[in-house]
């Protein structure tokens, strides 16, 4: 079962743009989507709609958040259901998703290797455990 988080930014626009399609964590852009906007010009297109709308001051965007556990899905369906949220929820508005991936951990285990992990949000910090049994292959 998937977690969504809807939190709003007041500042850092580019900033936000720039995590999301981060391609270290996008399988190097791969997990990435855009609508109502063009790759690359993304953050121009989306200031030029704030200047036209006269909204350049606070709220700046609204970052997404769904999050499934370990194993839960692929990454192309986080995508594909990202997507779909867009176009039902965000249509008209200027949109990036990025599908982030924990690579470390995806090696790990196209390597064979049995890891186990488990993530906790806490009020200051996001903690994530990775269980790795010492000469214990999946077979």
């Known amino acids: 079962m998937a977690v969504t988080k809807i939190l709003p930014r007041n500042g850092g626009l580019k900033e936000a743009i720039d995590y999301v399609l981060n391609g270290d964590k996008t399988d190097g852009h791969i997990l990435t989507a855009h609508f109502n906007c063009d790759p690359g010009r993304e953050y121009r297109e989306m200031m030029k709609t704030k200047l036209e709308t006269g909204r350049l001051d606070k709220r700046q965007c609204y970052h997404i958040i769904q999050s499934f556990k370990p194993g839960e899905i692929t990454p192309e369906l986080a995508l594909e259901i990202a997507k779909a949220f ?42 994530l455990t990775i269980r790795i049994p010492k000469n214990r292959r999946v077979g």
């Open 86 to 127: 867009a176009q039902e929820h965000l249509d008209g508005f200027e949109v990036v998703i990025g599908t982030h991936v924990d690579r470390g951990l995806r090696l790990v285990r196209e390597a064979g290797i049995g890891a186990e992990s488990r993530r906790e949000d806490t009020e200051d910090a996001i903690l």
